[in-house]
């Protein structure tokens, strides 16, 4: 978060605690201190998924779970496995991932998908913009490292 964006979360008085780090950063310095991670309208602004699933997967409990939001791009069936920059939101520097890249980078990360639903991400204007909702297990074998 930009320090702006700290100043304005404070004002409003209803966080126990604020941290301006890299995402990936902190979350490494808490090897397995939570049950559950949620992220929203955050990892649309990572191409590749595996550093931030990989520092999860550490920073997770036994039987913990990453639930996170993401641009879809599974509109055409042959691009499901892509990462690409999100069209109407490239300047803010987002992108889309196909469900079967977030499959195959789960299971290269240490988690297993339990859930993937569709929904409305985002409100540009008038067009509403599809996302996913995430769900991701650690594996067993993965807690135990």
Request: with cysteine; hydrophobic share 40%; glycine share 8%.
């Amino acid at each position: 978060m930009s320090s702006a964006m700290i100043a304005q979360a404070r004002r409003k008085n209803l966080y126990g605690s604020l941290h301006q780090s890299d995402l990936v950063d902190y979350m490494g310095s808490y090897p397995r201190s939570f049950d559950l991670i949620v992220s929203a309208a955050t990892l649309i602004h990572f191409g590749d998924l595996d550093p931030v699933l990989s520092v999860a997967a550490k920073t997770l409990r036994p039987d913990g779970f990453f639930v996170f939001t993401l641009f879809s791009y599974d509109a055409v069936e042959s691009q499901s496995y892509a990462i690409h920059p999100h069209s109407s939101l490239m300047e803010a520097g987002c992108f889309a991932h196909g469900t079967k890249y977030i499959a195959e980078a789960a299971g290269r990360t240490g988690f297993r998908v339990l859930d993937v639903n569709t929904g409305i991400h985002d409100e540009s204007g008038i067009d509403e913009i599809e996302g996913l909702i995430v769900t991701l297990a650690l594996n067993q074998h993965t807690s135990a490292e």
